[in-house]
């Protein structure tokens, strides 16, 4: 039988797939027609494949979650699964090189450092709210214009003649730059005097970063309501874009200080064990961003009815100083923190001070306390009339 030649491209396909262009080419059988047996037996066995390829599915997906699961708990920068999870509910203890225990973990232990960071926070937040408000009465006493002292707000007469844009200006920015000033006298000098005293250390380091939020948070939040700080800009009438520039610059800031005050919140500790890398964000978070956060709520919950826009806005863009903290999870600790191993107690002097100090904020300002201050000096020649 005569062999057709086969085309060139024929030729040159086969030669790169290594086979014969001239073999004739086989011929394929007719393929049997399935019965209805045969496709019932190739959809069981189909069935069965997907039910087995699912069965798997499932099982990677728990293993995968699983995996995901512990490598939660185990992960040094997760405070909400060391509270659960960590060193603070196990059964290690913290001892020292002769085996005396040092600290002993514990959610009472962690409960105890929370409601100590608490009661600093709220006495800090009272002294810093007060002075604000003490140092803009002293100031608007200057210009002869009255003032009233509530628990929410410090209440002037908006219709006085004696008012006027100088003064507004002076009068509204003197609290803010008071604020600024004592903040790096709490923040700075107090803080450093008090080094071998962790829990005047936290007070002082509270009231230092409430003293900043009073002025760079209470910048956006006066920016934000035209209250307060922003009766400035309002009044020296900075446009839109200059408003958005510094309170921009203010949010910078605010985050800048946070950050930065990771290292004194770990000299605040009252154990080093506290503030080792494994615990270092379960010691962020129960030393300063709950007690923060209970902190507002209670502050908020003291001034119902009266909970006034420009104060809540104060504390809420003051949390970013919080929040920063964590970003520097890894932050040096102090030398002197290395061989502090004092015990946990509640601190009940502050715990009783602290509630003292609340109740009368609130009560004893409930009806307000009215400043008339008057600053004369009268000067006449001795011997004549008076």
């Not at 057709?4 to 007719?30: D, H, M, R």
């Not at 930065?260 to 919140?265: D, E, M, P, Q, V």
């Amino acid at each position: 039988m005569r062999v057709k030649k086969p085309s060139a491209f024929k030729i040159f396909w086969y030669g790169l797939l290594g086979k014969n262009p001239y073999a004739p080419t086989p011929v394929s059988k007719p393929s049997k027609p399935l019965s209805l047996s045969d496709i019932v037996k190739n959809y069981e066995s189909y069935r069965k494949d997907v039910r087995k390829y699912k069965a798997q599915k499932r099982i990677q997906k728990m293993q995968e979650k699983a995996r995901r699961e512990k490598e939660r708990r185990s992960d040094v920068t997760n405070p909400f699964y060391q509270l659960l999870f960590s060193n603070e509910i196990s059964k290690r203890v913290a001892v020292d090189k002769d085996g005396v225990v040092v600290y002993q973990p514990s959610i009472g232990n962690s409960v105890i450092h929370i409601f100590n960071s608490l009661v600093s926070f709220l006495t800090a937040y009272i002294l810093v709210w007060f002075l604000y408000q003490l140092v803009v009465l002293i100031t608007a006493s200057f210009y002869e214009i009255d003032s009233i002292l509530f628990y929410y707000k410090l209440d002037f007469n908006d219709h006085s003649k004696l008012w006027d844009i100088l003064n507004i200006i002076i009068i509204t920015i003197s609290g803010p730059i008071n604020s600024l000033i004592m903040g790096f006298v709490f923040y700075n000098y107090l803080f450093i005097k008090a080094k071998s005293y962790p829990r005047l250390q936290l007070f002082y380091l509270w009231s230092g970063l409430l003293f900043f939020g009073h002025f760079f948070a209470a910048f956006i939040a006066g920016v934000i309501t035209n209250k307060g700080f922003g009766f400035v800009p309002l009044w020296l009438y900075w446009s839109d874009f200059t408003k958005f520039f510094f309170a921009l610059i203010s949010l910078v800031v605010l985050g800048l200080i946070g950050y930065y005050s990771a290292s004194r919140f770990l000299s605040t500790t009252n154990n080093s064990f506290r503030i080792q890398r494994s615990n270092r964000a379960l010691f962020y978070f129960t030393q300063a961003l709950l007690p923060f956060l209970l902190g507002f709520l209670i502050i908020s919950l003291l001034k119902i009815p009266n909970n006034f826009a420009y104060d809540s806005l104060i504390l809420t863009f003051s949390v970013i100083m919080v929040v920063a903290v964590f970003f520097n999870i890894n932050a040096p600790a102090l030398p002197q923190l290395q061989n502090r191993k004092y015990g946990n107690t509640l601190n009940w002097v502050l715990v009783l001070l602290t509630g003292l100090i609340l109740y009368s904020y609130r009560f004893y300002l409930e009806e307000g306390l009215h400043f008339v201050i008057r600053l004369s000096v009268h000067i006449t020649r001795a011997g004549g009339e008076m």
